[in-house]
């Protein structure tokens, strides 16, 4: 399998849910900017969409959209219970989640990160994402993770975007449960040879 990705990109979800599965798969860089993979590959001609992530499976079939991806990884290693079983209420409530970040959290950035959009715009997203945000720390002061007691694909999910706060100038301080989680996901060695990989790592 290969995984098209961009250093920090929401591919960095399913880099991390990759290594925390054990699931091997060729990395291969995507510049945003030019639509070229690191090679000169016109990545349109992988996913049309121009976007990460995108896995290409051994068949050749290509699958795109992050919480599809990370579920697929989940379930090729059943035993090390990244997901629920598919069809069980927890299956449900794990892509409940992944919507939630999926919608109300990496969506709201978008305007965040484009220099067209008015100050007094971005004003207002920012508001927005930081409601988001407090009612996730909310859950987060009640347990470790965002599926209860143990780590899951929707963690991956949220830590990366999580994790594009500051670029945008939001301040995660004021929700002490949600720093620490941060810092609680990022001491995952998965998540930190995901970071090196990347080259994230400071």
Same mark, same amino acid.
């Given at each position: 399998? !290969?995984?098209?990705?961009?250093?920090?990109? =929401?591919?960095l979800?399913?880099?991390?849910?990759?290594?925390?599965?054990?699931? &091997?798969?060729?990395?291969?860089?995507?510049?945003?900017?030019?639509?070229?993979t690191?090679?000169?590959?016109?990545?349109?001609?992988?996913?049309?969409?121009?976007?990460?992530?995108? &896995?290409?499976?051994?068949?050749?079939d290509?699958l795109?959209e992050?919480?599809?991806?990370?579920?697929?990884?989940?379930?090729?290693?059943?035993?090390?219970?990244?997901?629920?079983?598919?069809?069980s209420?927890?299956?449900?409530?794990?892509?409940?989640?992944?919507?939630?970040?999926s919608?109300?959290?990496?969506?709201?950035?978008?305007?965040?990160?484009?220099?067209?959009?008015?100050?007094? =715009?971005?004003?207002?997203?920012?508001?927005?994402?930081?409601?988001?945000?407090?009612?996730?720390?909310?859950?987060?002061?009640?347990?470790?993770?965002?599926?209860?007691?143990?780590?899951?694909?929707?963690?991956?999910?949220?830590?990366?975007?999580?994790?594009?706060?500051?670029?945008?100038?939001?301040?995660?301080?004021?929700?002490?449960?949600?720093?620490?989680?941060?810092?609680r996901v990022?001491?995952?060695?998965?998540?930190?040879?995901?970071?090196?990989?990347?080259?994230?790592? !400071?």
């Open positions: 399998m !290969k995984l098209y990705y961009s250093p920090g990109a =929401c591919s979800s399913p880099h991390i849910v990759a290594i925390e599965a054990g699931v &091997l798969m060729e990395l291969v860089r995507v510049d945003l900017g030019t639509g070229q690191e090679s000169g590959e016109d990545y349109r001609k992988i996913n049309p969409d121009g976007y990460v992530p995108a &896995l290409v499976l051994a068949d050749g290509v795109t992050g919480p599809a991806i990370v579920q697929y990884l989940a379930d090729q290693a059943v035993d090390k219970e990244l997901a629920p079983v598919y069809g209420r927890a299956r449900y409530r794990l892509m409940q989640w992944l919507n939630f970040i919608t109300e959290l990496h969506k709201t950035y978008s305007p965040l990160f484009d220099p067209r959009v008015p100050p007094d =715009c971005k004003a207002q997203f920012t508001e927005r994402l930081a409601e988001r945000f407090a009612h996730v720390a909310a859950v987060l002061e009640t347990q470790p993770y965002l599926m209860g007691e143990r780590f899951s694909v929707a963690d991956a999910y949220l830590f990366t975007v999580s994790s594009w706060a500051p670029h945008v100038g939001l301040d995660l301080s004021p929700w002490p449960a949600l720093t620490a989680y941060q810092g990022a001491a995952r060695p998965a998540v930190r040879q995901a970071l090196a990989e990347e080259g994230l790592l !400071k």
